[in-house]
């Protein structure tokens, strides 16, 4: 059965790791910035003054984007730019003493952006710094700054592109049924919750399919669960080949699948129940006994939330196992 979790996992919605990152970079750089504003302007020192202060004012802005809006793919151009702007600025007008800002600008670009943006925009702002450092500095000291300013874009991008991969994997492990290789319960619920968001928007046809395996229990009680294992692998496999590319599956329990079929009437999805139904009754995935499943359908209606709407299709599908079971009933 559907408990309440499913809707306070439905409500939640959880900052992304971009997120934060954008958000803790701006707090930072606020905080480290402001006591230079501050004594630039008490030095009367109004140039670097005005600069510290658009700097402040803009990650500022930039942290209060994030938080309200959620939104990234603007804020971390905007922000990369904001970050060599500011330093391209403040070595020009305060000469090379600045330089030591570019460490943490370089190592900041590979968590803005990817490990391969960051070394582009690395190596754009190393040359465009090249006529400063060499017009102010000695040989030996500019070639230096620029093995170690290469020493630590190397490092970065090792230990970015690496950190990227590693929460790849881990993203894809925490929303993959790792038996069958489906959405899991809490894919299932972050789809729900993306797909109610549109339709506040763009309201269209969503129909979901909860397909619940008749008399499992038995069947792993009688041949083990490595047996029954097995049988949610075929199913699977059979369910990938009926529906669409663009439809989602998701384990939702033990024995229980969800279809989450877009742009799809009721009447179609309820089509392609009953043809998953006959496809698994025809199919012998356990020899002498036949294997078959239940399921219900239920079409997304405005202002219902992911809870309710599987809670529909929850019903439909009882009702198909108080009717004697193998059946496909609509919400």
Not at 1 to 25: D, G, P
Not at 222 to 250: A, N, P, T
Request: glycine residues 6%; contains cysteine.
């Amino acid at each position: 059965m559907i408990t309440s979790s499913s809707n306070k996992s439905l409500a939640a919605h959880k900052r992304s790791t971009e997120e934060y990152i954008i958000l803790s970079f701006c707090a930072a750089s606020v905080l480290c910035l402001l006591p230079f504003c501050i004594m630039r302007l008490l030095s009367m020192d109004w140039l670097i003054a005005i600069l510290d202060i658009f700097a402040v004012s803009a990650m500022a802005g930039l942290f209060c984007y994030v938080y309200l809006f959620k939104q990234i793919r603007i804020a971390r151009w905007l922000l990369a730019a904001l970050c060599l702007f500011v330093l391209f600025a403040t070595i020009y007008l305060k000469g090379s003493a600045q330089l030591v800002w570019t460490y943490p600008v370089i190592v900041a670009l590979f968590f803005i952006l990817t490990p391969k943006l960051g070394v582009l925009f690395t190596l754009i702002l190393l040359a465009s710094l090249v006529p400063v450092i060499f017009r102010e500095t000695q040989l030996i000291a500019g070639a230096a700054f620029y093995i170690s300013a290469i020493a630590t874009t190397v490092f970065s991008f090792v230990f970015a592109a690496k950190t990227r991969e590693q929460h790849n994997q881990l993203t894809a492990l925490s929303v993959s049924d790792p038996l069958t290789g489906v959405g899991n319960r809490r894919a299932l619920d972050e789809k729900l919750a993306n797909i109610i968001n549109l339709q506040e928007r763009n309201t269209m046809p969503v129909c979901l399919i909860l397909l619940d395996l008749d008399r499992f229990k038995s069947i792993n009680d009688q041949y083990g669960h490595g047996v029954g294992d097995k049988i949610l692998i075929q199913l699977v496999q059979m369910i990938l080949q009926r529906i669409r590319s663009s439809d989602g599956l998701f384990r939702f329990g033990g024995e229980e699948f969800v279809i989450v079929t877009e742009n799809t009437e009721l009447t179609d999805a309820a089509n392609l129940a009953e043809q998953i139904r006959k496809d698994i009754e025809q199919t012998c995935l356990l020899e002498h006994n036949k294997i078959t499943v239940s399921l219900g359908t239920a079409q997304y209606q405005q202002g219902e939330t992911g809870y309710e709407w599987l809670g529909r299709a929850d019903k439909a599908m009882y009702q198909a196992k108080e009717e004697g079971r193998n059946m496909s009933c609509v919400a």
